[in-house]
């Protein structure tokens, strides 16, 4: 039998035999009964002659002295001449002595088959080259990492805390939970980055941070970091918070992750450096009053800033205020929620942190403010334009308060 041409479609036939018979008698019947139908040059013989019928195949099954199976065709000539086979072989109503019934089921298209094969085929040689392409890369990123991990990673001070070598050059440094995170970001290009190691603030981290002119904290997604981050505020200034992202670990981002999340922290150098000349001078002078003076004489924003410190401490005159304060600072401590109170000193209203400004919108008569996190400079603009008068927090960010808001932390109140 001659070689079929390429396989456009595929016939299958369903045939039911009232007898006995075998693959051979189906072949026969075949080729027997549509003989001469259609004309010679549509003949089975004659169509797998010149290659438009392949090799026929069939399957059968005898139970209970009846006969049922199926017949594949395979046609390279176009559908035209598909169907006109298909309906000559439907005729058929015989094999051998047999009353008989065939039943087109179907006419596939083979080319549309292998399109969706090729199509899945190429899927996956897409994705195994990705992934093989991405490990190479990650493994060549990994072994430059590696190999200049050991020259940079350093100790800083009494309790040898991991760090990386750029903490005793750079102006700026990044606080972070662990030796794992401050290796990570030395990957990722930042050498400036000190590990806490627990959540009790070392003197070595206290004094670092009083050298340097900006101090970014930055901490895992977890609740762990959210005491741990409460207990910088409370110890040292941080001028910036960073997080992971919800359930991350620092240790666990990859370079382009860390350089995301840091690409707008670096501050600039020339207002870094002024930070590190007035933190200087606050320490060698030792005086409020010296430096404040000074603060006024040169205008620097950063010696306005205290100079608004120290004039709020002296404001708290209000007994009262401080005891209600106490009160809803012992309530709402290590919550992250906010209390707002009228003018008579009643709650108007307690909702997490990150909901103030959102209720401070619509709620009238509020006069004071006292919740378990930053004074931002969002929620001041918020509390301005609610009415509120006094805002008492854990500690301020860096704000312009151009209100007639006094903004205090609860240190300020003695109340940590």
């Known amino acids: 039998m001659p070689n079929s041409g390429v396989v456009k479609y595929n016939v299958k036939i369903r045939f039911e035999v009232d007898g006995i018979v075998e693959r051979a008698d189906i072949i026969g019947a075949l080729f027997g009964q549509t003989e001469g139908l259609l004309g010679p040059e549509m003949n089975l013989n004659e169509l797998q002659r010149t290659s438009k019928v392949g090799r026929i195949e069939v399957t059968l099954d005898v139970k209970s002295n009846k006969s049922t199976g199926e017949v594949i065709i395979p046609m390279s000539a176009d559908i035209s001449t598909t169907a006109l086979i298909a309906a000559a072989v439907e005729t058929i109503d015989k094999v051998g002595p047999f009353n008989a019934k065939f039943t087109l089921e179907a006419i596939e298209d083979v080319r549309e088959l292998k399109k969706r094969l090729i199509v899945e085929r190429a899927k996956k040689i897409v994705q195994e080259w990705a992934t093989k392409t991405m490990s190479e890369s990650e493994e060549m990123l990994k072994d430059i990492y590696d190999a200049v991990k050991p020259a940079r990673l350093t100790t800083y001070g009494k309790e040898h805390l991991a760090c990386g070598a750029g903490i005793f050059e750079s102006d700026w440094i990044i606080l972070v939970e662990g030796r794992a995170d401050v290796i990570n970001l030395l990957r990722a290009g930042y050498d400036n980055a000190i590990a806490i190691e627990g959540a009790k603030i070392s003197d070595s981290v206290m004094k670092l941070s009083r050298e340097k002119g900006y101090v970014v904290a930055f901490l895992d997604g977890d609740r762990a970091a959210d005491l741990i981050l409460r207990e910088l505020q409370n110890t040292i200034r941080i001028d ?169 932390t609860f240190n300020q109140l003695r109340l940590t």
């Open 240 to 408: 910036k918070v960073v997080r992971a992202p919800q359930g991350k670990e620092v240790e666990d981002l990859t370079p382009l992750e860390i350089q995301e999340l840091l690409k707008d922290v670096e501050p600039p150098q020339q207002e870094v450096k002024a930070r590190v000349k007035d933190r200087g001078e606050r320490e060698s002078v030792g005086g409020t009053t010296r430096y404040r003076e000074r603060a006024v004489r040169e205008g620097s924003s950063i010696s306005k800033e205290v100079v608004v410190e120290q004039e709020q401490e002296v404001a708290i005159i209000d007994e009262a205020l401080v005891g209600k304060v106490k009160e809803a600072f012992s309530s709402i401590n290590e919550t992250l929620e906010a209390v707002a109170l009228d003018a008579s000193m009643q709650q108007r209203f307690r909702v997490p942190v990150s909901e103030v400004v959102q209720r401070l919108q619509e709620e009238k008569d509020i006069k004071y403010l006292v919740l378990d996190g930053i004074i931002t400079q969002r929620l001041l603009d918020a509390c301005s334009k609610a009415g509120v008068e006094y805002v008492i927090g854990h500690r301020m960010a860096d704000i312009k308060n151009a209100y007639s808001i006094k903004a205090l």
